[in-house]
């Protein structure tokens, strides 16, 4: 079946602007997660949602940075008046339950490039 | 807090050598443990997963990982390389409690020669 999709694939703006980036997670999958990737790093956690709720946002880097999953399915992560320093792999990921021993499912990722 | 250490962040290999990538963790209860691996251009995937059943994992591609809880390790292997096996590794542990977030190590680069 079809995995977690995310778009756009790459995103360049110019510092100031605002971006959304959306998540499509595996039909049914309870859980979805957002993390960023800096080049050379591991993925940061930023936020994950249980259906809607978010349960955790400790990640976010500040108030810039918000997400949501309105109807329990689709997730945006929305970054306001990016910065060069927003650069980076912006990545989504879904899992079945909201265990701590599920797999969790990753997108192929967004890259941001703040100009 | 958890967290996961990948010593260095390059490992080179011939095609047919033994490939061992180490990760160590850090966790204040019975830790979960992951193998993902991410190709060029690509998504991580998840090679396999210690859920504190048995602590040799067998995973996908011939990948296999010890957990061993008195050196906080959990080490990935592969007997013999191949060359499609060149991408790159993270090692990753589960949070604490109801979160179900990982923490992913930097990663480790796998380079296979001919």
């Known amino acids: 079946g079809a995995g977690v999709s995310q778009s756009p694939r790459y995103k360049v703006t110019k510092r100031g602007q605002d971006v959304a980036l959306r998540c499509d997670p595996i039909s049914g999958h309870v859980s979805l997660y957002w993390y960023r990737q800096a080049l050379g790093q591991g993925p940061e956690f930023l936020t994950y949602f249980n259906y809607e709720a978010q349960q955790d946002k400790s990640g976010l880097p500040n108030d810039r940075f918000s997400a949501e999953r309105p109807e329990g399915s689709i997730s945006t992560l929305t970054i306001q008046r990016t910065e060069q320093r927003d650069s980076a792999m912006y990545r989504c990921?879904?899992?079945?339950?909201?265990?701590?021993?599920?797999?969790?499912?990753f997108g192929p990722g967004t890259r941001l490039t703040v100009l | 807090a958890q967290s996961v250490t990948q010593l260095g962040s390059h490992v080179s290999v011939s095609e047919g050598a033994l490939v061992l990538l180490r990760c160590n963790y850090s966790?204040?209860?019975?830790?979960?443990l992951f193998w993902y691996v991410q190709y060029p251009n690509q998504g991580l995937q998840l090679l396999l997963k210690y859920t504190s059943a048995a602590t040799l994992v067998k995973g996908i591609n011939g990948f296999e990982a010890e957990f061993k809880k008195s050196e906080t390790s959990f080490h990935l292997t592969k007997p013999s390389a191949h060359m499609s096996d060149a991408a790159e590794y993270f090692c990753?542990?589960?949070?604490?409690?109801?979160?179900?977030?990982?923490?992913f190590g930097k990663g480790i680069t796998l380079s296979v020669r001919p």
């Open positions: 990753a542990v589960s949070d604490t409690g109801a979160n179900s977030k990982l923490t």
């Open positions: 966790s204040s209860v019975p830790p979960y």
């Open positions: 990921a879904s899992s079945l339950q909201a265990v701590r021993t599920d797999t969790q499912y």
